[in-house]
C-alpha cells in the first residue's frame, strides 16, 4: 500500500551552506556554535577539477617564488648598495625592516579581506603594487636613500595581499595528505626563492655593472605571473575542500575571529615558534654574505671592497645555491616525516619543527666561530642547520591549516604573519646590525674588528632558534586535542546530518 506521502530521498532534501552562525543562543566559539551548524551540500562534486587545481597551486608557487626572489635580492646586492649610498650596517638593514614592518602592518588587514571578499582579485590587486614599486625601486639616485626605503616599504603591500591569501586557497583545493604535499611544494619555493634572489641580484649586478639591474629582473618576470594568475587561478569557496566543493559562508565578525584565534592554544604556541624561525631565518638570510665576505678579509683571502661594486657575488652564489638545495632537502623531508608519523605520532608535527630548530643552535653556533679558521668547513654547518630550520617551512603552515576553522584560515595567517614578523625578521637584521655598530665603536675600527662585531652580534641567532624549539615542544601537549576541535568533527557532524535526513518523511 502507497502512503499518503512519497519517501523523499536524502539526496533530494535540500542542506543549506555551511556557516559560522547559530541561532542556538550559545556563546561564539562554542563548540555547538563553531561547528554544529557547518552542514554541508550532500552529494555535491568538487566545483573545481584536479588539473585545475594542480595548474593554481604551480600559479602561485611561481609567484610566491618571484616574492622572495625580490625580497632577498637586496641582501645579495648589500654591499654594493651600502657603497652606493655609504651607509653603515645599522642603516643598511632598515631596507629590510621598511620592507617588513609594511607587510606586518597590512597583512591583518588582508586577512580579514580574504576570509570575506573575493581572494583572487585582492591578489591581483596586490601584485601590480608590488611590481610597480619593486621596479620603481631601481631608479633611486644616491641621494634618495629615504625613497629607496619607501619604495620597499610599498612593495610589502603587495606581498603583505599575496602571502596571506595564497596558502589558503591551496587549503580550500586539497584536503589530507594531497594538501600537506602541496603545501610542501608552495613553501619550498620559500628558500629556493630567496636562494635564488642572492644569485641574480649578484649575478646581475657583476654582469652590468650596476646594482640596480638586480632590482628590475623579478618585476619582469613578475608581469608574467600576474597574466598567469588572471587567467589561471580560481577563487574555490572557502572550505571547498572539506565540503565537497559547496563552500563555507562567514558571518562572524572580526573581533570573534580574533577571539577564536588566541583560545586555540596550538595556534598561538605555534606563532610564536613560527616567530623564532622567522626572526631566525631572517638575520641569517640579511647578513650570512656579508659575514663571509668579512670572513675572507680576515683570514687574508681577498681585499677589502672600495670599489662602488663589491666582490661579493661569489658568497652570494654559494649561499644562495646552499639555500636552494637546503630547502628543497629540509622541506622535502620535513613533509616525508610529517606524513610518515602523524598517523603513528598524532603530535608528529611540532615535535619536527622543534627538532628542526634546537638542532640548527650547535650548527650555527660552530659556524660563526669556525668562520675565521675556515670557509669551507663554515659551509658544511651552515648548510646543516639550513637543512634543519627548512624542515619546519611546510609543517608548520600545514599545522595552521588543520586547527583552523576554514572561515578564519585568511584571519589566521594574518594575524600570523604579522606577529612572526612584528617579533621576528621586521627587526632582527637592524637588531644584528645595531648590537654589530655597537660592537665595533668599542674599539678603534679596524677589518678584523669588522669582521668579529658582527660575528658576536649573530651568536643571537642560536639563541632564538632554542626559544622557537621550546614553543614547538609546547604545541605538541596540545595539537592533538585543537585537531580535534577542528576538520575531523566537521566530517562527524556531516555524516550524523546525512543519516538524519535519511529518515522517510510521509
Given at each position: 500500500m502507497e502512503p499518503k506521502g512519497s519517501v523523499t530521498s536524502p539526496?533530494?532534501?535540500?542542506?543549506?551552506?555551511?556557516s559560522l552562525s547559530s541561532s542556538s543562543g550559545l556563546h561564539y566559539g562554542s563548540f555547538v556554535n563553531s561547528l554544529s551548524s557547518l552542514t554541508p551540500q550532500a552529494?555535491?562534486?568538487?566545483?573545481?577539477?584536479?588539473?585545475?587545481?594542480?595548474?593554481?597551486?604551480?600559479?602561485?608557487?611561481?609567484?610566491?617564488?618571484?616574492?622572495?626572489?625580490?625580497?632577498?635580492?637586496?641582501?645579495?646586492?648589500?654591499?654594493?648598495?651600502?657603497?652606493?649610498?655609504?651607509i653603515n650596517d645599522s642603516i643598511a638593514a632598515l631596507l629590510q625592516t621598511a620592507f617588513i614592518c609594511?607587510?606586518?602592518?597590512?597583512?591583518?588587514?588582508?586577512?580579514?579581506?580574504?576570509?570575506?571578499?573575493?581572494?583572487?582579485?585582492?591578489?591581483?590587486?596586490?601584485?601590480?603594487?608590488?611590481?610597480?614599486?619593486?621596479?620603481?625601486?631601481?631608479?633611486?639616485?644616491?641621494?634618495?636613500?629615504?625613497?629607496?626605503?619607501?619604495?620597499?616599504?610599498?612593495?610589502?603591500?603587495?606581498?603583505?595581499?599575496?602571502?596571506?591569501?595564497?596558502?589558503?586557497?591551496?587549503?580550500?583545493?586539497?584536503?589530507?595528505?594531497?594538501?600537506?604535499?602541496?603545501?610542501?611544494?608552495?613553501?619550498?619555493?620559500?628558500?629556493?626563492?630567496?636562494?635564488?634572489?642572492?644569485?641574480?641580484?649578484?649575478?646581475?649586478?657583476t654582469v652590468t655593472g650596476d646594482w640596480r639591474w638586480a632590482l628590475r629582473v623579478t618585476p619582469i618576470m613578475g608581469l608574467v605571473g600576474l597574466f598567469l594568475l588572471v587567467f589561471l587561478c580560481p577563487n574555490p569557496p572557502r572550505g571547498a575542500a572539506e565540503t565537497h566543493g559547496e563552500g563555507v559562508t562567514e558571518q562572524s565578525s572580526y573581533l570573534e575571529d580574533i577571539k577564536y584565534l588566541l583560545k586555540n592554544k596550538s595556534y598561538v604556541l605555534s606563532t610564536l615558534g613560527v616567530t623564532a624561525t622567522a626572526f631566525l631565518v631572517g638575520a641569517l638570510g640579511f647578513w650570512t654574505p656579508n659575514f663571509l665576505s668579512r670572513a675572507q678579509v680576515f683570514q687574508g683571502l681577498q681585499l677589502p671592497c672600495n670599489n662602488p661594486v663589491c666582490l661579493c657575488s661569489l658568497y652570494s652564489y654559494i649561499f644562495g645555491a646552499v639555500t636552494v638545495v637546503t630547502g628543497i632537502l629540509g622541506g622535502c623531508l620535513g613533509t616525508g616525516l610529517s606524513r610518515w608519523f602523524r598517523n603513528k605520532v598524532p603530535n608528529a608535527d611540532p615535535l619536527i619543527c622543534a627538532v628542526g630548530l634546537l638542532g640548527s643552535a650547535p650548527c650555527l653556533f660552530i659556524a660563526l666561530f669556525v668562520a675565521s679558521a675556515n670557509i669551507p668547513t663554515t659551509y658544511v654547518f651552515i648548510f646543516i642547520g639550513e637543512v634543519l630550520i627548512s624542515l619546519n617551512w611546510?609543517?608548520?603552515?600545514?599545522?595552521?591549516?588543520?586547527?583552523?576553522?576554514?572561515?578564519?584560515r585568511s584571519t589566521a595567517e594574518a594575524l600570523q604573519i604579522s606577529v612572526c614578523h612584528l617579533l621576528g625578521d621586521a627587526g632582527s637584521p637592524y637588531l644584528v646590525g645595531v648590537i654589530s655598530d655597537a660592537i665595533r665603536r668599542s674599539k678603534p675600527t679596524t677589518h678584523s674588528w669588522d669582521f668579529d662585531s658582527l660575528k658576536y652580534s649573530l651568536l643571537l641567532c642560536p639563541f632564538v632558534g632554542i626559544v622557537g624549539g621550546v614553543f614547538f615542544l609546547l604545541t605538541a601537549f596540545y595539537i592533538a586535542e585543537d585537531r580535534k576541535a577542528a576538520l575531523p568533527l566537521v566530517e562527524a557532524l556531516y555524516s550524523t546530518h546525512l543519516l538524519q535526513d535519511s529518515t522517510p518523511l510521509y
Open positions: 539526496r533530494d532534501i535540500p542542506i543549506p551552506r555551511w552529494g555535491e562534486k568538487a566545483s573545481i577539477s584536479p588539473r585545475r587545481a594542480y595548474i593554481a597551486v604551480a600559479v602561485l608557487c611561481y609567484i610566491n617564488l618571484l616574492n622572495y626572489m625580490e625580497r632577498y635580492t637586496i641582501a645579495g646586492v648589500l654591499l654594493n648598495i651600502q657603497k652606493f649610498f655609504d609594511s607587510f606586518l602592518l597590512l597583512a591583518p588587514l588582508f586577512g580579514y579581506l580574504g576570509d570575506r571578499y573575493n581572494r583572487k582579485y585582492i591578489m591581483i590587486g596586490g601584485l601590480c603594487v608590488w611590481l610597480v614599486t619593486a621596479a620603481g625601486s631601481s631608479l633611486v639616485t644616491s641621494s634618495l636613500f629615504w625613497l629607496l626605503m619607501l619604495l620597499r616599504a610599498l612593495v610589502g603591500v603587495g606581498e603583505a595581499s599575496y602571502s596571506t591569501i595564497a596558502p589558503t586557497i591551496i587549503g580550500d583545493l586539497f584536503v589530507g595528505t594531497q594538501r600537506s604535499a602541496m603545501i610542501c611544494v608552495f613553501y619550498i619555493f620559500i628558500p629556493v626563492g630567496s636562494g635564488l634572489g642572492y644569485i641574480t641580484g649578484a649575478g646581475i649586478a611546510a609543517v608548520m603552515a600545514d599545522i595552521l591549516l588543520y586547527v583552523v576553522v576554514p572561515t578564519r
